[in-house]
């Protein structure tokens, strides 16, 4: 009776993984395929960009709602001294690194795009060995030898290439750099109380919808204003569609935001990490067979080593985070009660909850 009941909690736990892994793949490439679906005829980014923001904070706010009236228990909310001293820098480097990511689509393909955002790793590497998170081994030197080398196969002599795409997204994933070792140092400052992603979420929207409008002013306001698909619309049902299907974008950018946690906290941090290797093989395929992208061995090769640093990366992790292999027992949530009520009593194990944290951050 006792195996069987082992067996049938071996199955349910594989089950609910399988689940969360399919959920957090369908935001993930639900929205790189959504962002370029929707730049071809809708040709203003950074508005698509502000509007998401808003999106994401009203659900983040709705949610932290609902669990305050639920735990009866009062959110974080940062006095303006730490929100614009601690939490404004993050919320700049986010709001460009996902305003350029989403104006890159405008030139080049989502197999480009992809590949080059997995370059984010390298750069968050450099920008952690600069602010003293990691430190130097010959182990994260062939990471960056190997995701550099990588980058450059797949992009040399790609017939698809485009400089001023290439060239945002690879700002953006400089930016990301940034954007996720502030991120982290972030997190890992318990006194601000913002290691829930709903918290974060909530306090970092208003601040890169603010740092993003000079940026959309200046590029894109004058051209927005003229634009028959917005101001200066004929065509009611027109504009219900447009602006549908942007809200459509903020809900598949909150999910991808939330599948990510449920992931971490259900399961680990190094099953993310494993599900974003394979989401990026899928998003290339996807690619490949829907919209016709262009991909040679060579581009196959650059990726297949692209991806091979990133392997190496995540083993480092999970060597680091288990203390070079050493199991560590599990503990149940009954400490964090907003996790239960987000959650429903997940189980991780003990030591992935700082884990979880860094490599949330290194899934942007």
């Known amino acids: 009776m006792g195996r069987w009941a082992l067996d049938v909690a071996f199955v349910w736990r594989a089950v609910l993984t399988l689940g969360l892994v399919l959920l957090y793949y369908c935001f ?17 980014p950074l508005f698509m960009t502000m509007l998401h923001l808003a999106v994401i904070f009203l659900f983040s706010a709705l949610s932290r709602a609902l669990v305050q009236c639920s735990s009866h228990r009062a959110r974080v909310v940062l006095s303006w001294t730490d929100y614009l ?15 350029l990511s989403n104006w890159s689509f405008l030139y080049i393909t989502v197999s480009l795009y992809t590949m080059t955002k997995s370059s984010a790793v390298l750069f968050i590497l450099i920008f952690s060995l600069i602010f003293k998170l990691e430190e130097l081994r010959a182990a994260l030197v062939l990471v960056v030898l190997l995701i550099a080398g990588g980058l450059f196969m797949f992009t040399y002599k790609s ?10 997204v690879l700002g953006a994933s400089f930016i990301g750099g940034i954007r996720w070792t502030l991120t982290q140092i972030l997190l890992q400052k318990a006194d601000l109380g913002l290691q829930n992603p709903i918290d974060t979420m909530f306090h970092l929207q208003p601040l890169m919808f603010l740092g993003l409008f000079p940026l959309f002013a200046v590029f894109e306001g004058l051209h927005l204003s003229t ?19 942007l809200f459509l974008g903020g809900i598949l950018a909150f999910g991808l935001g939330f599948s990510e946690f449920l992931l971490v906290s259900r399961t680990s941090s190094l099953t993310l990490s494993i599900a974003g290797i394979f989401k990026e093989v899928c998003t290339l395929l996807l690619a490949g067979h829907l919209l016709g992208d262009q991909i040679s061995l060579l581009n196959w ?13 995540v083993a480092l992790k999970a060597m680091h985070s288990r203390g070079d292999g050493d199991p560590k027992p599990s503990k149940g949530l009954g400490s964090n009660p907003d996790l239960e009520l987000l959650l429903r009593s997940s189980q991780p194990e003990e030591g992935e909850n700082e884990a979880a944290e860094e490599d949330l951050v290194a899934q942007g």
């Open 227 to 245: 634009s028959e698909k917005i101001f200066r619309f004929q065509d009611t049902g027109l504009l219900l569609r447009v602006l549908g299907s």
């Open 301 to 313: 090769l650059g990726f297949a080593l692209c991806l091979s640093g990133i392997s190496l990366h």
């Open 28 to 44: 993930s490439i639900g929205i790189t395929f959504y962002n370029k679906w929707l730049t071809k005829s809708f040709h203003f």
């Open 159 to 168: 017939t698809q290439f485009n400089m001023e795409g290439f060239a945002l």
């Open 85 to 99: 001293r601690r939490v404004a820098p993050t919320a700049l480097a986010t709001a460009l690194d996902v305003g």
